[in-house]
């Protein structure tokens, strides 16, 4: 039996912070589509690395409940990767919720049962999150620990109607279900965090660069504090630390990632997207 990261969702963020903790432990390669694990296999192997692969919804409990079956049968689970999701181009409110808001709080639930001790989990949210305004104190508060079954008939999350809202709310809401998740995570002596990146190049994020908003992007990038994208290596670096034992005293937490485009948004050059975004 070996140690066992669990990686959901195999592009290229995924991929970059796994390859950063899974040497000499045993890598679970879970995704959707399960060419793209098997493709994200191929790589690792070739790398070195001993991996498995596993088609995974993250959309329904039971299909998480197989994945962690089949993590364990390998041997103690220690680190999760969720860096599932879907964008607000790519589906509409309900996908969008149900996989991004409610997967990622079903993954954190179940994974959180059976985290191994000195484990650690990380959960890719996004700046996005970070341009929503303030929510009401109760709002946060129902966010964080409202049953599973019950987040998605909240009525302010029943309430959305359009694709970046539900992307923004359930991104705020992976970063205060980690919050929430830090305690039974911390009763097991495993920490959990998330990460917010910015418009990091991964063949999703390049489509967008290259499409109908390209040009609003390439303008939004070149005017921030970074005036650049960011990379899968650079999530890779942070979340390889958030993972290591120097990060043994950080849980709970959410790091934005993205360049100073949020500080911007808010205070900088950027504070014209507040009407367009
Ligand atoms: N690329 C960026 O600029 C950026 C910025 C901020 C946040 N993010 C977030 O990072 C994460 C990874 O994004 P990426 O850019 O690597 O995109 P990606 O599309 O390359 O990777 C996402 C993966 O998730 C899988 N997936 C989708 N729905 C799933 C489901 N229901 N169950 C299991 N797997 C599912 C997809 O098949 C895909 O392989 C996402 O949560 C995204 O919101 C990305």
Redesign the pocket.
Known sequence: MKDVVVL???????QAIARRVGAGKHVVL????LE?AHAAAQIFESAGFETSTIA????SRE?ILKLVEHAQSFGAVKNLI??????PS?APVAAIL???LY?TAVLLEEFGKVIADGGSGVI?????GHRLGALTAEQDFQLAPTPTEELLDLPFIKAITDTLKA?QYS?RCNVLRVMGQATPWGKRGATINSI??????????AD?LKGPRGEGYRNMLKASPAGR??T?DEVGDLAEFLMSSRGRFISGADFLIDGGTTASYFFGDLQYLKTTH
Not at 8 to 14: D, K, R
């Open positions: 959901v969702g195999t592009g290229s963020i995924g879970g995704d959707l589509k793209a995974v919804d993250i959309s299909s969720n860096a599932a999701g879907v964008s790519q149900k996989v991004d997967g890719i949210s996004s700046q996005s992307y991104k917010s990146p910015g418009i990091i190049i991964t063949p999703l994020a967008e994208v960011g899968p």
